[in-house]
């Protein structure tokens, strides 16, 4: 027994002398390796994409929102398609609007081999892939069109798979976003239907604000006019005076350069440059003769009552300005308060033009209208004075170009 227990303990001694060998062999080996740099961690699949469709939306919210009023469904719904094709790595598609007169689907945008009138597809809700799609408000995959009877136009031939997205608006379908895939494009999974929601969702909403910016400029447009009508009425002998400004305020602003909005402000400040004229006493407004000292200084109120009136509007703060200072001169000479040159805003130039031409084109009750070649001979003779001469020499290029022939207002 003793001599297994010794010869047990050699070999126990042989085996660790032999692993301590080896492992001093293991680690000289692995001293004189290069040390190795650990691999960066994998980023999460789909994050480039998702990086990607952030930078669409924050481009497509920047286009909405700072071109609001002047940028058309057809020039948005074009952006968006951009954006989809790009992040899908397609060639075609289109986005289809819901007009509500008509009761369909309209295209607004399309990137397609399909001549132009197939490209004005009017689609029910229900009708093919993309008014089922809208219907239903889910998208819908075709995975080969050409076989399957709910794609309308297999006689072109198509054989990519096709996606249809509806556009929602708190569950509320308002148009579809749809693709084509190509070879070698990446394929319609869900995981890449999942973005392109994301991205007709945004796109659904700013279409959405879109519309209600539309109505909103209707509203106010109609306010205005209502206003308008409403001073016009008041003083017989000004009757029409503010449409006939307005329209020719629009086009000299046009003519300048300004940019729309600004356009529409100039608008508006001309169908309301008298509206503080509601509060000015009728025997004033309406008086034969000339004014007295004091009657003057009462008629020379309604700038700054026109302002007070406009002025909590917010969206018509612009206007308000314009109309606060449309009876400055040109030289400083003008009230309420004696600006000068550039420091009167340029809406409120080309109103005092406007309302200065209309005056003497006009029956007032202290005299007969002056007639044309006077009335240009005034406006030439106040450039510089009364009136800014870009102003001036605006206005009547267009009046002997555009509006020669108009009968004289009366």
């Known amino acids: ?56 939306l924050l481009a497509l919210q920047e286009n909405g929102v700072s071109h609001s009023g002047a940028i058309s ?3 948005f719904g074009r952006a968006v398609l951009d954006c ?22 309209k295209i ?46 297999p006689a072109t031939g198509d054989v990519e798979p096709f996606v249809s997205i509806p556009l929602l608006v708190k569950g509320k379908p308002i148009g579809v976003l749809n693709l084509h895939a190509k070879v070698g494009a990446e394929p319609f999974s869900d995981y890449n239907v999942k973005f392109l929601s994301i991205l007709a969702g945004e796109a659904a909403v700013m279409l959405h604000n879109m519309d209600m910016f539309d109505n909103l400029q209707i509203f106010y447009l109609e306010m205005v006019q209502t206003l308008a ?9 000004t009757a029409e005076h503010s449409d006939r400004a307005r329209v020719k305020a629009r086009r000299v602003a046009q003519e300048m350069g300004l940019p729309d909005p600004m356009v529409r402000h100039v608008e508006y400040a001309a169908l309301l440059h008298d509206i503080g004229k509601i509060g000015i006493d009728e025997a004033i407004l309406l008086k034969p003769g000339k004014l007295t000292p004091e009657e003057y200084e009462e008629m020379k109120k309604h700038p700054i009552i026109g302002h007070q009136i406009l002025a909590p509007v917010k969206y018509l703060g612009p206007v308000a300005q314009m109309v606060l200072y449309h009876q400055e001169w040109f030289d400083g000479r003008g009230y309420p308060e004696g600006l000068k040159g ?30 044309r070649d006077i009335a240009l001979a005034e406006l030439k003779k106040g450039a510089g004075t009364q009136f800014d001469p870009r102003v001036v020499e605006t206005f009547m290029r267009l009046e002997l170009s555009e509006w020669s022939r108009e009968p004289a207002a009366h």
């Not at 790009?86 to 609007?97: I, P």
């Not at 029910?124 to 399957?148: L, T, Y």
């Not at 009508?229 to 002998?237: C, L, P, T």
């Open 1 to 56: 027994m003793v001599g297994l227990f010794w010869w047990a303990a050699g070999l126990c001694v042989v085996l660790l002398a032999a692993l301590a060998l080896t492992l001093r062999r293991l680690y000289s080996l692995e001293a004189s390796q290069p040390a190795r740099v650990p691999a960066p961690p994998r980023a999460p699949e789909g994050w480039s994409k998702l990086d990607e469709l952030l930078n669409m």
């Open 342 to 371: 550039e420091q009167i805003p340029l809406g409120a130039r080309i109103v005092a033009c406007l309302d200065a031409w209309d005056a003497m084109m006009s029956d007032r009750p202290y005299r007969k209208a002056l007639g």
């Open 108 to 153: 607004v945008a399309a990137r397609s081999a399909l001549t132009q009138d197939a490209q004005k597809l009017f689609l029910r809700p229900g009708e093919g892939v993309a008014g089922k799609a809208f219907a239903s408000g889910q998208p819908i995959f075709v995975a080969d069109p050409a076989n399957d009877p709910r794609y309308l136009a």
């Open 73 to 75: 469904r057809e020039e």
């Open 84 to 105: 989809a094709c790009q992040l899908m790595k397609c060639d075609r598609g289109s986005v289809m609007n819901w007009d509500e007169k008509e009761g369909c689907l």
């Open 229 to 237: 009508r409403a001073v016009d009425s008041k003083d017989a002998y």
